[in-house]
């Protein structure tokens, strides 16, 4: 009997050919076969149109070895590009159009304004959205410092914490504030004691390069003085329904804004780091019970929004009193934070979780005309 196929869609970094998560890949082509699913990678450069055929990467378990094949189209598609400011990702969209008709497991989402506006639509979930505003004008940077001693400047499209400033404004009697920042090589930059007028200005030029939100900042400095959050993945699992994989906690860098894992930031299980927090393991039992709540509701919303996904991960902010922000959603994310806050299993089920849902997908919904060909 044939098996199922999945194609993982990415993208190479750079023009030597190298991809991100070339490791998490060659766990899951070996968990796919452990589960009776054949799965390669592809890049939109692999695609040969003219003759429908992919030059894919394959890995052989057996041997360990990567190579290449011709291989025909995949049954199903995981998307797992994340944007770019490259060639690549525009003959990324190309693909994307072109091959609309395909059956992918996770469609794209908009970018995290129109993920703000949306989840501000509905009351369930306007309560756990921090006060954010689209970046004009310094109208709008005053607007949130109005109700937040702490602001945020990110890009709309930003991911791994890079291009974000933080301003705090200082108790103070000239009127000072505190800024400090990642730029987008994710080089830190120092905190430094600026004006009104110096600070507008900066946060000028900061922004001239795109679009940026204004947020307000929810207080999240640990006794040490690092910064944390949380990050949870929820995910479809093997019956087609979301479910939650798993929570952890994100300790930022020394001197860092953000507590992202690639900026220099560790991983702590969600209950330890919580229990510190809140101060006891009930309050760290019902924020727990509370954010998976959340969690699967907004991916179910989000998805009636803008169509099919496989996963999402949250990055929450929870304060002292046991209130959830959302700060970030992302429907591209990585599992490390589970590896690194010892949570194996977790991790585990994270890669395995995409793809027993695709084989729910092929039995429910594709077996039947599985062998039909690819349409132009």
């Given at each position: 009997m044939t098996q199922p196929v999945l194609g993982i869609l990415t993208l190479y970094l750079n023009n030597a050919r190298q991809l991100e998560e070339k490791q998490v890949y060659r766990k899951m082509i070996t968990e796919g076969k452990r589960i009776g699913l054949d799965v390669f990678v592809f890049t939109p450069m692999d695609v040969d149109s003219g003759k429908q055929r992919i030059?894919?990467?394959?890995?052989?378990?057996?041997?360990?070895?990567?190579?290449?094949?011709?291989?025909?189209?995949?049954?199903?598609?995981?998307?797992?590009?994340?944007?770019?400011?490259?060639?690549r990702f525009q003959q990324l969209l190309q693909f994307r159009s072109r091959y609309n008709h395909l059956t992918f497991l996770n469609r794209p989402l908009r970018n995290k304004w129109t993920i703000h506006q949306t989840f501000s639509q509905k009351s369930r979930f306007r309560q756990h959205m921090p006060d954010t505003l689209l970046y004009h004008s310094s109208a709008d940077l005053h607007k949130i410092l109005k109700v937040s001693p702490v602001v945020y400047i990110k890009p709309i499209n930003g991911t791994g914490g890079r291009g974000i400033l933080r301003i705090e404004r200082l108790k103070d009697p000239r009127g000072m504030f505190d800024i400090q920042g990642r730029r987008q090589n994710r080089r830190i930059i120092q905190p430094r004691r600026v004006s009104l007028a110096r600070l507008e200005s900066i946060v000028r030029q900061w922004c001239i390069s795109g679009r940026f939100l204004v947020q307000q900042g929810i207080p999240l400095r640990?006794?040490?003085?690092?910064?944390?959050?949380?990050?949870?993945?929820?995910?479809?699992?093997?019956?087609?329904?979301?479910?939650?994989?798993?929570?952890?906690?994100?300790?930022?860098?020394?001197?860092?804004?953000?507590?992202?894992?690639?900026?220099?930031?560790?991983?702590?299980?969600?209950?330890?780091?919580?229990?510190?927090?809140?101060?006891?393991?009930?309050?760290?039992?019902?924020?727990?019970?509370?954010?998976?709540?959340?969690?699967?509701?907004?991916?179910?919303?989000l998805e009636d929004s803008f169509g099919t996904l496989c996963e999402l991960a949250l990055d929450l902010a929870i304060d002292r009193e046991g209130?959830?922000?959302?700060?970030?959603?992302?429907?591209?994310?990585?599992?490390?934070?589970?590896?690194?806050?010892?949570?194996?299993?977790?991790?585990?089920?994270?890669?395995?979780?995409?793809?027993e849902y695709a084989l729910w997908i092929y039995r429910t919904k594709l077996a039947p005309s599985s062998s039909k060909k690819i349409e132009e």
């Open positions: 030059h894919a990467m394959v890995f052989d378990p057996a041997t360990g070895e990567w190579s290449r094949k011709w291989r025909t189209f995949p049954d199903m598609i995981y998307d797992r590009c994340r944007i770019q400011r490259s060639v640990l006794p040490g003085g690092r910064f944390h959050d949380y990050r949870m993945l929820v995910q479809k699992n093997s019956q087609g329904n979301w479910a939650l994989t798993g929570i952890a906690g994100r300790v930022g860098a020394a001197k860092s804004v953000t507590s992202n894992l690639h900026g220099g930031g560790h991983a702590v299980k969600a209950e330890t780091l919580l229990k510190e927090w809140l101060g006891s393991s009930e309050k760290a039992a019902k924020a727990i019970q509370s954010a998976e709540k959340l969690g699967l509701d907004a991916a179910a919303f209130r959830i922000y959302v700060l970030e959603v992302n429907p591209k994310p990585a599992r490390e934070v589970f590896s690194r806050a010892g949570e194996r299993e977790t991790y585990r089920k994270a890669l395995k979780q995409p793809l």
